[in-house]
């Protein structure tokens, strides 16, 4: 499976970004897509994921604010971002879990910078 990430940018603070994560080659194995950022001196923390089944959950830090959705017809994972802060600022990543060729396999898309800064 392939990920690529896009949508990242410059953002005033309360402002808003959408992030997409387009997903390519045997999509049919993945079990759940998330979306995980890290921000300078950092790890890398859970924002928020999406099962094939459609359940999501949310970092607390981002509850009522990122909405996660997918979009089944062009194998993409949205992550919209409202009322975003600077500790929003980070390199956000693209996660799959798949079940080739093991069950639990996990690829990372290369990432997208996002920076809240007025």
């Known amino acids: 499976v392939q990920l690529v990430e896009s949508g990242g940018g410059l953002v005033q603070p309360g402002g808003s970004l959408r992030l997409s994560c387009a997903a390519s080659?045997?999509?049919?194995?993945?079990?759940?897509t998330g979306w995980y950022r890290q921000a300078p001196g950092k790890q890398r923390d859970l924002v928020a994921t999406i099962t094939s089944g459609g359940s999501t959950n949310y970092a607390d830090s981002v509850k009522g604010r990122f909405t996660i959705s997918r979009d089944n017809a062009d194998n993409t994972v949205h992550l919209q971002m409202n009322s975003l802060k600077p500790e929003d600022t980070a390199v956000y990543y693209c996660?799959?879990?798949?079940?080739?060729?093991?069950?639990?396999?996990?690829?990372w898309g290369k990432g997208t910078l996002v920076t809240v800064s007025s």
């Open positions: 080659g045997n999509i049919f194995s993945i079990l759940s």
């Open positions: 996660r799959v879990v798949t079940t080739e060729p093991y069950y639990g396999m996990v690829y």
